[in-house]
């Protein structure tokens, strides 16, 4: 929010900026920065029209001979409002204007022309100029007009808080101020002269949703005049960063950035039917906004709308068709307090913002819909003329209550930690327009102004007089000791264990969105309808994740597409997928990741290689070593979609299903933009957890001799390696300290749909040096249990 000091200090007598900017950060407003509000006219002077002359070959032209001080330049000009004596901008050979044209010197039908005259439009401080600006008396002539419009003047662009809607305006926030100093508050008090006529009978108002608009006010306007605003208002509005339109649209503007309630002006003539009618769009209709695109409703969407249809977006933006021009003599003023949540939804959905609905969806004041209607008419009659007809058209309900919260003293000291006398709370609260009711010196109650929706417990109350009374004035102390450790979070151990396992194995975690496309999950095969978002932020991100694979390539992708070509990438996190019947889906954890590239680069000790299928088995089976899971066992069936057909497994993690790993499928790869030999893996994180044996005993080095075996064993094609040492691993024998793969064979020496596995075995037991007998006993036990498991035979 821009706030303009000069227009500030009209409410209360502020100190200097810079405490004022101090103070507000401490007590929860971020002033971001304070800053000249003219420091964008770059190269602009302040110039006086020394003299005028029609130019001697162009009609509708004139020359015009300028004093700047030191300088004496000629410009030929065609605008009319402009006559000796005035004082104006001068943009001088290679200034900038605010559309970011260079001005140059140029003969003009025979004139050289230093410069040119500047509008408000090419000073960047209005919508659109139809001549000069005319600049305010008691400038000197050769001043940089940034300075000279900047003398004492500065903004200060103020952070508010989503739930302080009531401070996105000058009003606000000098409330604030008097509050923090003490100073006394000076807000608009407008003074009206109505009309005979009644407003009832040139317009009635009827609200068909209370709900999505609690209260509406309108007040009529005959026979104004629509032009330029008077230069005081036109500078303000440019110091709050807004351009001037005309004198009508300027006063709207001007009581939102003073007041804090948006407000639209209609032209009276084009309301259809003489009545406003706020109600749903119905199915069908369609709006042209005053930005003058053309735009589809919905049921849901809140309309004002008069006898043919809708004419305004209600809380966002009104239409083209009753809008403001020229020619509106007749002026019917809205000011109305509309349900934040409609019109957040509305705006969001139509990818329409404006500063109405960024106030709207804050929350506006209900009970202060009447002043601000009258300001605003105050504010037209003075710079347009005109009359004001007699009484508001209301529509909706009447104010709503206020609300009364209990203090209690104690509860104050003991919550701040600090010692605040009861006066300085009740000066605060009262300050800020929370009012004492009634109470005794045990607990008080005060009545909250509508304004401030987010004052509801007692502990609210307390925020407010502390960051007030100063948080630097609390005293440090440090907490009571009490002994105690609060007991780590479920599965945040493991959690923790599983980024420290794939950061040792040389991946990088990427956190990715929640959020996904619909096409992202459809691309990877993965079944069932996701869970789509009400109210999404693009269609990109329109439905919840059912994998990480997704945000995996996606990162991958982007990477890859930036010349990064070796990648290990991994994600934990939730993903969501939906249970039948149930009203919420299940959201397991899950860890996936990428491998794709060099395994290691190329040096004078080895040769460069690059990734395969065994990186990722290794990443996962370290990972399982790290959390004391298994055994792993890789598989088959059931190889989901995403992968190579003849190059990826299931893993199978202590007999649980745990995910799969392997080669992405080509296919996926070519629409990632990936290299063909990318590889992924994705896993349960429970399954790790109920295949973890927990926290590994402690096993000291074997006092007696290990025998190393080896036996090269013939079996079918379809049987897979791991079996073979599973089963082993299975019998649960004393003496077998492990067992491996270490080769497997395929060829004509063992014969067609055959192949050969060699595992090395490790015997070893812990009271003694086993003997040549008992190994090869256990031996023999150990290959007539694969003979008849596997139906192979020792080669």
Known sequence: MIISYEWLREYVEAPDVREVADRLTMAGFEVEAVRNPFDDMTGARVARVASMSPHPKAAGLSVCDLDAGTDRPVVVCGAVNVKPGDLVPWLPPDAITAGGKKVEEASIHGVLSRGMLASGEDLGIEASSAGIYVLPPGLTPGEILAQALGKGACVLDVNVT?????????????????????????????????????????????????????????????????????????????????????????????????????????????????????????????????????????????????????????????????????????????????????????????????????RFERGVDPAGLERAVDRCAELIVASCGGRVLKGRVAGGGPVPPRRTVRLRPARLAAVAGATIPAGDALRILAALGVEKTEGDADSIEFSVPTARPDLVLEEDLIEEVLRLWGYDRVTPTLPAN?????????????????????????????????????????????????????????????????????????????????????????????????????????????????????????????????????????????????????????????????????????????????GSLGQLHPGISAKHDLPEAAFVFDLLVDALTRASAGAGAFRPYADFPGVERDMAFLVDNSVPAGDLTAEIAAMRIAEVEGARVFDVYTGPQVGEGRKNVAIGICYRAADRTLTDAEVDAIHARIVAELNERFGGRLR
């Open 482 to 658: 009490r002994e105690f450790c609060a007991p780590e979070r479920a599965g945040r151990d493991l959690c923790a264990a599983v980024r420290a396992s794939m950061t040792a194995a040389g991946f990088q975690e990427i956190i990715s969105y929640s959020f996904v496309a619909p096409g992202s999950l459809d691309v990877l095969g993965i079944p069932g309808r996701p869970l789509p978002i009400r109210n999404p932020l693009s269609d990109e991100q329109s439905v919840m994740r059912m994998s990480l694979l997704p945000g995996i390539l996606s990162a991958a992708s982007h990477n890859v597409r930036r010349r990064q070509k070796s990648l290990r990438l991994f994600e934990l996190g939730r993903v969501f997928v939906p249970v039948a019947g149930a009203a919420l889906p299940d959201e397991p954890i899950r860890l996936a990741g990428i491998v794709l590239g060099r395994r290691e680069e190329r040096s004078w000790t080895h040769p460069e290689t690059d990734a395969d299928f065994y990186d990722v088995k290794g990443a996962v089976e370290s990972l399982c070593a790290a959390l004391k899971a298994g055994p792993l066992a890789l598989g088959r069936d059931g190889l989901p979609a995403h992968l190579h057909p003849g190059r990826g497994a299931t893993v199978n993690i202590g007999g649980i299903p745990a």
């Open 162 to 358: 989503p739930n302080r809607g009531d401070c996105l305006c000058h009003v606000g926030i000098a409330r604030e101020v008097a509050a923090i100093f003490g100073l006394p508050l000076k807000t608009p008090s407008p003074a009206l002269t109505e009309a005979e006529e009644s407003a009832s009978a040139a317009i009635s108002v009827s609200v068909r949703d209370a709900a999505g608009c609690p209260r509406y006010l309108a007040r009529v306007l005959r026979d104004v005049t629509v032009g330029p605003s008077p230069g005081w208002l036109v500078r303000r509005l440019a110091a709050a960063g807004v351009r001037a339109i005309n004198n009508v649209v300027d006063a709207t503007n001007y009581v939102m950035l003073e007041l804090g309630h948006p407000m639209h002006a209609f032209d009276s003539r084009r309301i259809r039917g003489g009545t406003i009618v706020v109600r749903r769009a119905g199915e069908g209709e369609r709006i042209i906004a005053i930005d003058g695109v053309e735009r589809g409703l919905r049921p849901e969407d809140l309309v004002i709308a008069d006898g043919e249809g809708p004419v305004a977006v209600a809380g966002v933006m009104g239409g083209e068709r009753s809008g403001i021009g020229g020619d509106t003599k007749d002026v019917v003023l809205e000011c109305a307090s509309f349900e934040p949540r409609g019109v957040r939804r509305t705006s969001s959905r139509l990818g329409l913002s404006s500063e109405s609905s960024y």
